[in-house]
Protein backbone atom coordinates (compact mmCIF):
# COMPACT_ATOMS: atom_id res chain seq x y z
CA UNK A 1 0.00 0.00 0.00
CA UNK A 2 1.57 3.44 -0.87
CA UNK A 3 2.50 5.42 1.88
CA UNK A 4 1.25 9.12 2.33
CA UNK A 5 3.12 11.35 4.26
CA UNK A 6 1.17 12.56 7.55
CA UNK A 7 0.01 16.38 7.37
CA UNK A 8 1.73 18.34 9.68
CA UNK A 9 1.25 21.94 9.18
CA UNK A 10 -0.64 23.60 12.08
CA UNK A 11 -3.09 24.93 8.85
CA UNK A 12 -4.24 21.10 8.62
CA UNK A 13 -4.51 20.53 12.35
CA UNK A 14 -6.75 23.85 12.90
CA UNK A 15 -8.35 23.16 9.69
CA UNK A 16 -9.31 20.04 10.69
CA UNK A 17 -10.42 20.91 14.19
CA UNK A 18 -12.64 23.91 12.85
CA UNK A 19 -14.76 21.27 10.84
CA UNK A 20 -15.74 19.55 14.00
CA UNK A 21 -18.67 21.37 14.45
CA UNK A 22 -20.44 20.84 11.07
CA UNK A 23 -19.45 17.09 11.72
CA UNK A 24 -21.24 17.05 14.54
CA UNK A 25 -24.45 19.09 13.23
CA UNK A 26 -24.69 17.19 9.91
CA UNK A 27 -24.98 13.24 11.57
CA UNK A 28 -28.42 12.61 10.57
CA UNK A 29 -29.40 14.98 8.59
CA UNK A 30 -31.29 14.88 5.26
CA UNK A 31 -29.23 16.50 2.05
CA UNK A 32 -30.54 16.48 -1.28
CA UNK A 33 -27.87 16.91 -3.90
CA UNK A 34 -29.60 17.59 -7.50
CA UNK A 35 -27.08 17.65 -10.14
CA UNK A 36 -27.69 17.78 -14.29
CA UNK A 37 -26.38 15.22 -17.03
CA UNK A 38 -23.67 17.38 -17.04
CA UNK A 39 -21.61 16.42 -14.02
CA UNK A 40 -21.82 12.41 -15.87
CA UNK A 41 -21.34 13.30 -19.48
CA UNK A 42 -18.07 15.21 -18.31
CA UNK A 43 -16.40 12.60 -15.86
CA UNK A 44 -16.81 14.94 -13.24
CA UNK A 45 -18.99 12.70 -10.89
CA UNK A 46 -16.08 10.61 -10.27
CA UNK A 47 -14.59 13.46 -7.96
CA UNK A 48 -18.24 14.24 -6.40
CA UNK A 49 -18.23 10.24 -5.39
CA UNK A 50 -15.71 10.91 -3.33
CA UNK A 51 -17.41 14.02 -1.64
CA UNK A 52 -20.76 11.83 -1.34
CA UNK A 53 -19.07 9.11 0.02
CA UNK A 54 -17.29 11.34 2.92
CA UNK A 55 -20.65 12.84 3.63
CA UNK A 56 -22.38 9.14 4.16
CA UNK A 57 -19.39 7.83 5.87
CA UNK A 58 -20.26 10.65 8.48
CA UNK A 59 -23.88 10.06 9.30
CA UNK A 60 -25.75 12.29 6.83
CA UNK A 61 -28.64 11.06 4.80
CA UNK A 62 -28.27 11.60 0.92
CA UNK A 63 -30.73 11.79 -1.17
CA UNK A 64 -29.08 12.28 -4.85
CA UNK A 65 -31.38 13.81 -8.18
CA UNK A 66 -29.94 13.64 -11.45
CA UNK A 67 -30.68 14.94 -14.72
CA UNK A 68 -29.72 13.96 -18.16
CA UNK A 69 -30.41 16.58 -20.70
CA UNK A 70 -27.17 15.94 -22.59
CA UNK A 71 -27.34 12.03 -23.13
CA UNK A 72 -31.18 12.64 -24.21
CA UNK A 73 -30.54 15.39 -26.39
CA UNK A 74 -27.91 12.56 -27.63
CA UNK A 75 -29.86 10.13 -28.18
CA UNK A 76 -32.40 12.55 -30.41
CA UNK A 77 -29.94 13.45 -32.64
CA UNK A 78 -28.34 10.29 -33.33
CA UNK A 79 -32.10 9.15 -33.91
CA UNK A 80 -33.20 12.52 -35.93
CA UNK A 81 -36.09 13.60 -33.88
CA UNK A 82 -36.17 17.34 -33.32
CA UNK A 83 -35.67 18.33 -29.71
CA UNK A 84 -38.68 20.79 -28.88
CA UNK A 85 -39.03 23.40 -26.00
CA UNK A 86 -41.95 25.52 -24.97
CA UNK A 87 -41.27 27.86 -22.37
CA UNK A 88 -38.00 26.58 -21.48
CA UNK A 89 -39.51 22.93 -20.63
CA UNK A 90 -39.09 19.79 -23.35
CA UNK A 91 -42.18 19.24 -25.03
CA UNK A 92 -42.16 15.72 -24.23
CA UNK A 93 -43.89 12.95 -27.25
CA UNK A 94 -43.93 9.23 -28.00
CA UNK A 95 -40.52 9.35 -29.82
CA UNK A 96 -39.25 11.93 -27.55
CA UNK A 97 -40.33 9.97 -24.22
CA UNK A 98 -38.49 6.58 -26.04
CA UNK A 99 -35.26 8.39 -25.99
CA UNK A 100 -35.84 9.87 -22.27
CA UNK A 101 -36.22 6.41 -21.07
CA UNK A 102 -33.38 5.17 -22.24
CA UNK A 103 -30.82 8.15 -21.77
CA UNK A 104 -32.00 7.99 -18.02
CA UNK A 105 -31.68 4.76 -17.35
CA UNK A 106 -27.98 4.30 -19.24
CA UNK A 107 -27.40 7.52 -16.65
CA UNK A 108 -28.62 5.54 -13.60
CA UNK A 109 -26.67 3.12 -14.37
CA UNK A 110 -23.71 4.68 -15.12
CA UNK A 111 -24.19 6.40 -11.40
CA UNK A 112 -24.67 3.30 -9.72
CA UNK A 113 -21.09 1.91 -10.86
CA UNK A 114 -19.32 4.83 -9.63
CA UNK A 115 -21.42 4.55 -6.47
CA UNK A 116 -20.19 0.86 -6.22
CA UNK A 117 -16.37 1.76 -6.15
CA UNK A 118 -14.10 0.44 -3.76
CA UNK A 119 -10.65 0.48 -5.12
CA UNK A 120 -7.87 0.38 -2.08
CA UNK A 121 -5.61 3.47 -2.31
CA UNK A 122 -8.43 5.85 -3.16
CA UNK A 123 -11.07 7.77 -1.50
CA UNK A 124 -13.34 5.29 -2.10
CA UNK A 125 -11.74 2.28 -0.29
CA UNK A 126 -13.83 0.06 1.51
CA UNK A 127 -16.72 2.90 0.65
CA UNK A 128 -20.23 0.72 1.88
CA UNK A 129 -22.78 2.79 -0.80
CA UNK A 130 -25.84 0.69 -0.93
CA UNK A 131 -28.19 2.28 -3.57
CA UNK A 132 -31.76 2.63 -3.42
CA UNK A 133 -33.95 3.76 -6.14
CA UNK A 134 -37.99 2.49 -7.26
CA UNK A 135 -41.36 4.45 -8.31
CA UNK A 136 -41.19 7.21 -5.41
CA UNK A 137 -42.37 10.04 -7.15
CA UNK A 138 -45.49 10.08 -8.00
CA UNK A 139 -46.18 12.24 -11.20
CA UNK A 140 -49.24 14.08 -13.20
CA UNK A 141 -49.02 15.63 -16.57
CA UNK A 142 -47.84 19.30 -17.03
CA UNK A 143 -51.14 19.57 -19.48
CA UNK A 144 -51.45 22.27 -21.94
CA UNK A 145 -49.32 25.75 -21.22
CA UNK A 146 -50.39 28.46 -23.44
CA UNK A 147 -51.99 26.43 -26.15
CA UNK A 148 -49.49 23.73 -26.35
CA UNK A 149 -50.69 20.19 -25.27
CA UNK A 150 -47.07 19.13 -23.53
CA UNK A 151 -48.04 15.30 -23.46
CA UNK A 152 -45.64 13.37 -21.51
CA UNK A 153 -44.08 16.13 -19.56
CA UNK A 154 -44.96 15.79 -16.05
CA UNK A 155 -44.62 17.39 -13.15
CA UNK A 156 -44.41 16.05 -9.52
CA UNK A 157 -47.88 15.61 -7.56
CA UNK A 158 -46.51 13.43 -4.96
CA UNK A 159 -43.29 11.88 -2.98
CA UNK A 160 -43.34 8.66 -1.32
CA UNK A 161 -41.77 9.72 2.21
CA UNK A 162 -42.21 6.79 4.07
CA UNK A 163 -40.56 4.82 1.43
CA UNK A 164 -37.48 6.93 1.22
CA UNK A 165 -36.74 7.65 4.95
CA UNK A 166 -37.12 3.91 5.10
CA UNK A 167 -34.10 3.36 2.80
CA UNK A 168 -32.51 6.35 4.51
CA UNK A 169 -32.55 4.47 7.78
CA UNK A 170 -31.15 1.38 6.63
CA UNK A 171 -27.73 3.84 5.37
CA UNK A 172 -29.01 3.69 1.98
CA UNK A 173 -27.93 6.74 -0.73
CA UNK A 174 -31.50 7.14 -2.33
CA UNK A 175 -31.20 8.00 -6.02
CA UNK A 176 -34.22 9.10 -8.00
CA UNK A 177 -34.06 10.52 -11.63
CA UNK A 178 -36.72 13.14 -13.92
CA UNK A 179 -38.67 10.28 -14.53
CA UNK A 180 -42.33 10.03 -12.58
CA UNK A 181 -44.75 7.56 -12.66
CA UNK A 182 -48.30 7.88 -12.53
CA UNK A 183 -51.41 5.63 -10.77
CA UNK A 184 -52.58 4.82 -13.94
CA UNK A 185 -49.33 3.37 -14.59
CA UNK A 186 -47.94 6.23 -17.68
CA UNK A 187 -44.50 7.89 -17.90
CA UNK A 188 -43.62 11.49 -17.20
CA UNK A 189 -40.79 13.38 -18.07
CA UNK A 190 -39.91 15.85 -15.15
CA UNK A 191 -37.24 18.41 -14.71
CA UNK A 192 -34.39 18.02 -12.65
CA UNK A 193 -35.57 21.31 -10.10
CA UNK A 194 -38.98 20.39 -9.80
CA UNK A 195 -38.25 16.47 -8.52
CA UNK A 196 -35.54 17.87 -6.25
CA UNK A 197 -37.20 20.68 -5.01
CA UNK A 198 -40.72 18.89 -4.77
CA UNK A 199 -38.30 16.10 -2.34
CA UNK A 200 -36.75 18.33 -0.37
CA UNK A 201 -39.60 19.66 1.06
CA UNK A 202 -41.48 16.42 1.57
CA UNK A 203 -38.59 15.24 3.49
CA UNK A 204 -38.39 18.40 5.44
CA UNK A 205 -34.41 18.24 4.52
CA UNK A 206 -31.63 20.24 5.90
CA UNK A 207 -30.28 21.23 3.02
CA UNK A 208 -30.73 21.48 -0.95
CA UNK A 209 -28.04 21.66 -2.99
CA UNK A 210 -28.08 22.29 -6.94
CA UNK A 211 -24.49 22.04 -8.99
CA UNK A 212 -24.56 24.16 -11.56
CA UNK A 213 -22.47 26.12 -14.62
CA UNK A 214 -22.00 29.16 -12.85
CA UNK A 215 -20.31 30.04 -9.58
CA UNK A 216 -23.73 31.32 -7.80
CA UNK A 217 -25.32 34.28 -7.10
CA UNK A 218 -23.51 37.83 -8.36
CA UNK A 219 -24.60 40.98 -7.09
CA UNK A 220 -24.36 44.38 -9.53
CA UNK A 221 -21.08 44.16 -8.77
CA UNK A 222 -20.06 40.98 -10.11
CA UNK A 223 -19.22 39.98 -6.65
CA UNK A 224 -20.44 36.35 -5.44
CA UNK A 225 -23.08 36.81 -2.74
CA UNK A 226 -22.21 33.84 -0.53
CA UNK A 227 -25.50 34.53 1.99
CA UNK A 228 -29.02 35.60 0.92
CA UNK A 229 -32.49 35.71 2.87
CA UNK A 230 -35.38 34.84 0.96
CA UNK A 231 -36.45 38.45 0.76
CA UNK A 232 -33.07 39.31 -1.30
CA UNK A 233 -33.37 36.01 -3.61
CA UNK A 234 -37.01 37.63 -3.99
CA UNK A 235 -35.95 41.08 -4.82
CA UNK A 236 -33.12 39.26 -7.42
CA UNK A 237 -35.70 37.38 -8.78
CA UNK A 238 -37.63 40.54 -9.31
CA UNK A 239 -35.35 43.22 -10.34
CA UNK A 240 -33.61 44.07 -13.71
CA UNK A 241 -30.66 42.13 -13.12
CA UNK A 242 -29.70 40.19 -16.33
CA UNK A 243 -29.34 36.56 -14.45
CA UNK A 244 -27.54 33.85 -15.75
CA UNK A 245 -29.85 30.80 -16.99
CA UNK A 246 -28.81 28.44 -14.55
CA UNK A 247 -29.32 30.98 -11.83
CA UNK A 248 -32.30 31.56 -13.29
CA UNK A 249 -34.01 28.71 -12.96
CA UNK A 250 -33.05 27.29 -9.36
CA UNK A 251 -32.62 30.73 -7.49
CA UNK A 252 -36.76 30.99 -7.73
CA UNK A 253 -36.44 26.82 -6.63
CA UNK A 254 -34.48 27.72 -3.88
CA UNK A 255 -37.27 30.27 -2.63
CA UNK A 256 -39.86 28.21 -2.79
CA UNK A 257 -37.53 25.35 -0.73
CA UNK A 258 -36.45 27.67 2.09
CA UNK A 259 -40.43 29.24 1.97
CA UNK A 260 -41.44 25.33 2.81
CA UNK A 261 -39.08 24.86 5.53
CA UNK A 262 -36.23 23.69 4.16
CA UNK A 263 -33.29 24.82 6.23
CA UNK A 264 -30.41 26.02 3.22
CA UNK A 265 -30.65 25.61 0.08
CA UNK A 266 -26.77 26.29 -2.21
CA UNK A 267 -26.14 27.21 -5.45
CA UNK A 268 -22.75 25.96 -6.25
CA UNK A 269 -20.36 25.19 -9.50
CA UNK A 270 -20.18 22.09 -10.56
CA UNK A 271 -16.68 22.83 -12.25
CA UNK A 272 -15.08 23.13 -8.65
CA UNK A 273 -13.69 19.59 -7.17
CA UNK A 274 -14.64 19.12 -4.00
CA UNK A 275 -17.36 21.87 -4.20
CA UNK A 276 -19.75 20.28 -1.94
CA UNK A 277 -17.20 20.03 0.58
CA UNK A 278 -15.67 23.06 0.68
CA UNK A 279 -19.27 24.73 0.63
CA UNK A 280 -20.41 22.29 3.53
CA UNK A 281 -17.34 22.35 5.76
CA UNK A 282 -16.15 26.36 5.36
CA UNK A 283 -17.19 29.12 6.67
CA UNK A 284 -18.07 31.17 3.75
CA UNK A 285 -18.48 28.43 1.49
CA UNK A 286 -17.69 28.72 -1.94
CA UNK A 287 -21.13 29.32 -3.42
CA UNK A 288 -24.71 31.14 -2.64
CA UNK A 289 -26.53 30.03 0.12
CA UNK A 290 -30.26 30.94 0.33
CA UNK A 291 -31.60 30.74 4.27
CA UNK A 292 -35.06 31.44 5.45
CA UNK A 293 -33.67 34.94 7.90
CA UNK A 294 -30.14 36.06 8.63
CA UNK A 295 -27.83 33.34 9.84
CA UNK A 296 -26.57 35.88 12.64
CA UNK A 297 -28.31 36.00 16.09
CA UNK A 298 -26.78 38.83 18.35
CA UNK A 299 -27.90 37.67 21.98
CA UNK A 300 -27.50 38.59 25.98
CA UNK A 301 -25.01 35.96 26.99
CA UNK A 302 -26.11 33.07 29.31
CA UNK A 303 -24.16 30.76 31.73
CA UNK A 304 -23.87 27.77 28.78
CA UNK A 305 -21.36 29.96 26.78
CA UNK A 306 -18.93 30.50 29.16
CA UNK A 307 -17.36 28.27 27.50
CA UNK A 308 -17.11 29.09 24.12
CA UNK A 309 -16.36 33.14 25.14
CA UNK A 310 -13.31 31.47 26.90
CA UNK A 311 -12.08 29.86 23.83
CA UNK A 312 -12.37 33.32 21.66
CA UNK A 313 -10.87 35.63 24.97
CA UNK A 314 -8.39 32.84 25.95
CA UNK A 315 -6.20 33.39 22.72
CA UNK A 316 -6.23 37.11 22.97
CA UNK A 317 -5.28 36.68 26.59
CA UNK A 318 -2.18 34.31 25.76
CA UNK A 319 -1.11 37.78 23.52
CA UNK A 320 -1.36 40.19 25.85
CA UNK A 321 -4.25 42.09 23.99
CA UNK A 322 -7.23 41.46 26.44
CA UNK A 323 -6.98 41.45 30.63
CA UNK A 324 -7.17 37.33 31.72
CA UNK A 325 -10.26 36.57 33.16
CA UNK A 326 -10.76 33.48 34.66
CA UNK A 327 -14.09 31.13 34.62
CA UNK A 328 -15.43 32.07 37.91
CA UNK A 329 -14.82 36.05 37.28
CA UNK A 330 -16.65 35.34 33.61
CA UNK A 331 -19.48 33.40 35.19
CA UNK A 332 -20.14 35.91 37.54
CA UNK A 333 -20.08 38.25 35.16
CA UNK A 334 -21.82 36.84 32.24
CA UNK A 335 -25.10 39.16 32.32
CA UNK A 336 -22.61 41.83 31.17
CA UNK A 337 -21.78 39.97 28.21
CA UNK A 338 -23.61 39.62 25.00
CA UNK A 339 -22.27 36.78 22.17
CA UNK A 340 -22.59 37.38 18.72
CA UNK A 341 -24.04 33.50 16.84
CA UNK A 342 -23.47 32.60 12.93
CA UNK A 343 -25.34 29.46 12.13
CA UNK A 344 -25.65 28.30 15.52
CA UNK A 345 -21.75 28.38 16.68
CA UNK A 346 -20.73 31.66 18.50
CA UNK A 347 -18.01 33.34 16.85
CA UNK A 348 -17.67 37.00 18.82
CA UNK A 349 -18.58 38.65 22.35
CA UNK A 350 -18.43 42.05 23.89
CA UNK A 351 -19.21 43.24 27.14
CA UNK A 352 -21.05 46.31 28.76
CA UNK A 353 -19.92 47.58 32.52
CA UNK A 354 -22.04 50.77 32.95
CA UNK A 355 -20.91 53.48 35.28
CA UNK A 356 -24.43 55.07 35.69
CA UNK A 357 -23.28 58.38 38.13
CA UNK A 358 -20.67 59.35 35.07
CA UNK A 359 -23.03 58.75 32.53
CA UNK A 360 -20.74 56.42 30.89
CA UNK A 361 -20.12 53.18 30.17
CA UNK A 362 -16.79 50.70 28.94
CA UNK A 363 -16.86 48.46 26.30
CA UNK A 364 -15.03 45.35 27.20
CA UNK A 365 -13.98 41.98 25.74
CA UNK A 366 -14.40 43.27 21.91
CA UNK A 367 -13.55 39.71 20.17
CA UNK A 368 -14.42 37.88 17.15
CA UNK A 369 -12.63 34.51 16.57
CA UNK A 370 -9.95 34.61 13.59
CA UNK A 371 -11.93 32.69 10.85
CA UNK A 372 -14.79 35.45 11.02
CA UNK A 373 -12.66 38.45 10.97
CA UNK A 374 -13.14 41.40 8.43
CA UNK A 375 -16.56 40.40 8.02
CA UNK A 376 -17.93 43.56 9.83
CA UNK A 377 -18.87 40.99 13.18
CA UNK A 378 -17.13 43.69 15.26
CA UNK A 379 -19.02 46.77 14.03
CA UNK A 380 -21.95 44.71 14.66
CA UNK A 381 -21.30 43.98 18.15
CA UNK A 382 -19.96 47.92 18.67
CA UNK A 383 -22.96 49.00 17.27
CA UNK A 384 -25.58 46.63 19.99
CA UNK A 385 -23.03 48.12 22.86
CA UNK A 386 -23.82 51.34 22.11
CA UNK A 387 -27.14 51.39 22.00
CA UNK A 388 -27.11 49.13 25.27
CA UNK A 389 -25.74 52.24 26.55
CA UNK A 390 -27.81 54.50 25.18
CA UNK A 391 -30.87 52.73 26.56
CA UNK A 392 -29.48 52.99 29.57
CA UNK A 393 -29.44 56.78 29.20
CA UNK A 394 -25.27 56.89 29.07
CA UNK A 395 -24.14 59.25 26.85
CA UNK A 396 -20.44 57.92 26.73
CA UNK A 397 -18.53 54.89 25.64
CA UNK A 398 -14.80 54.46 26.88
CA UNK A 399 -12.59 51.73 25.82
CA UNK A 400 -9.23 50.54 26.56
CA UNK A 401 -6.71 48.80 23.91
CA UNK A 402 -2.92 47.91 23.62
CA UNK A 403 -3.09 47.15 20.29
CA UNK A 404 -6.70 48.16 18.24
CA UNK A 405 -6.42 51.73 18.46
CA UNK A 406 -6.98 52.47 15.05
CA UNK A 407 -9.88 50.12 14.91
CA UNK A 408 -11.40 52.50 17.01
CA UNK A 409 -10.17 55.55 15.55
CA UNK A 410 -11.62 55.04 12.62
CA UNK A 411 -15.05 54.13 14.66
CA UNK A 412 -15.23 57.69 15.94
CA UNK A 413 -13.07 57.37 18.92
CA UNK A 414 -10.76 59.89 20.17
CA UNK A 415 -7.96 59.11 22.77
CA UNK A 416 -7.88 60.69 25.68
CA UNK A 417 -5.97 60.51 29.22
CA UNK A 418 -6.66 58.02 31.72
CA UNK A 419 -8.23 60.72 34.28
CA UNK A 420 -10.79 60.78 32.32
CA UNK A 421 -12.01 57.37 33.24
CA UNK A 422 -15.24 56.87 35.11
CA UNK A 423 -13.51 56.83 38.98
CA UNK A 424 -13.85 53.52 39.97
CA UNK A 425 -12.13 52.63 36.65
CA UNK A 426 -9.45 54.79 37.01
CA UNK A 427 -8.44 53.63 40.53
CA UNK A 428 -8.08 50.01 39.03
CA UNK A 429 -6.37 51.27 35.74
CA UNK A 430 -3.08 48.80 35.46
CA UNK A 431 -0.17 51.38 34.73
CA UNK A 432 2.15 48.25 34.01
CA UNK A 433 -0.32 47.18 30.42
CA UNK A 434 -0.21 51.09 29.92
CA UNK A 435 -3.59 50.67 27.98
CA UNK A 436 -4.35 53.46 25.54
CA UNK A 437 -7.80 54.99 26.65
CA UNK A 438 -10.32 56.31 24.09
CA UNK A 439 -13.78 57.67 24.46
CA UNK A 440 -16.47 58.22 21.85
CA UNK A 441 -19.79 60.67 22.55
CA UNK A 442 -23.39 58.87 21.83
CA UNK A 443 -25.67 60.80 20.08
CA UNK A 444 -28.99 60.46 22.12
Not at 191 to 209: C, G, Q, W
Not at 337 to 352: M, R, T
Request: hydrophobic fraction near 45%.
Amino acid sequence: MQSVPAPSSPDFVAWFRSVAPYINAFRGKTFIVAFGGEVVEDGKFVELTHDLNLLASLGVRLVLVHGARPQIEKHLQHNQIEDRYHHGIRLTDTATMRCVKEAVGRVRFEIEALLSMGLINSPMANADIRVAGGNFITAQPIGVIHGVDMLHTGSVRKVDISAIRDRLAFNEVVLLSTLGFSPTGEIFNLTLEDVATATAIALDADKLIFLMDTDGVMDEKGGLMHELTIDMARNIVAGKQSLPDDVSLFLPCAIRACEAGVARTHLISRHVDGAVLQELFSDSGIGSMVVESSLNILRPAGIDDVGAILQILQPLEDEGILVRRGRELLEREIERFVVLEHDHIIIGCAALYPFADEKTAELACLAILPAYRRHGYGDTLLSYISNEARAHDLNRLVVLTTRTAHWFVERGFIEADVSQLPEQKKQLYNYQRMSKVFIKQLKQ
